[in-house]
């Protein structure tokens, strides 16, 4: 549902940060890579990328993952405090281990989040994620479909708007700026 009002919302011109932001966000408590409880709120209050997907996915996370780390990088250029975080839609492929060896490669302050399949259940029904099982890839195993959008939180983690990762790291860059300016 939150999909269809997105693309009318875009398509009619009537989108605005509030209206995309209106129903999605709320509070869960998973665990990272290091095995440590987090919530949505950032521990140093810095803004965060939240996405959702897995750190073997071979297609969107493939492209979402290196644009969040270099928007990191771009907003960190310009003085801002911004972190990367991925919250897995694969529980049992995507271990605090398995996380903490393949998020590095896209930026040392990537945060992986896990947890129960309640814990993740609040996660995903808080920001509207939704996603299926569609096949086994016999060299990377379980391949979803899932939703593509970068969340950008402020460091209490209420969600400020939505990105979609066809932006360049300059652009989304841009827009993180300024909406931490506006903070």
């Known amino acids: ?10 398509a009619t011109g009537t ?3 509030q209206s995309l932001t209106d129903n999605l966000g709320g509070a869960f408590t998973l665990i990272d890579q290091t095995g440590a ?6 521990p140093e209050n810095w803004h965060q990328l939240v996405f959702f997907g897995y750190a073997n996915c071979q297609e969107i996370c493939s492209a979402a993952l290196p644009l969040m780390a270099s928007t990191v990088e771009e907003v960190r250029a310009r003085g801002g405090a911004l972190r990367p975080v991925m919250i897995t839609v694969d529980p049992t492929r995507d271990t605090p281990e398995a996380m903490a060896r393949a998020l590095p490669v896209f930026h040392p302050d ?5 947890g129960s399949e309640a814990a993740l259940q609040e996660a995903y029904d808080g920001y ?5 099982e569609l096949f086994i ?5 379980t391949v979803f479909s899932h939703g593509s959008f970068i969340y950008l ?6 969600v400020l ?9 300059e652009m989304m860059a841009e827009i993180v700026t300024g909406y931490m300016e506006a903070s």
């Open 110 to 114: 990537f945060v992986g989040l896990t």
């Open 37 to 42: 409880e987090r919530t949505q709120a950032d």
């Open 1 to 10: 549902m939150i999909r269809l009002v997105l693309v009318l919302a875009l």
């Open 137 to 141: 890839d016999p060299f990377h195993g």
């Open 15 to 17: 989108a605005t940060a």
């Open 153 to 158: 939180l402020d460091g209490a983690g209420e």
């Open 128 to 132: 509207s994620v939704e996603f299926e």
């Open 161 to 169: 708007t939505l990105l979609p990762p066809v932006l360049g790291p």
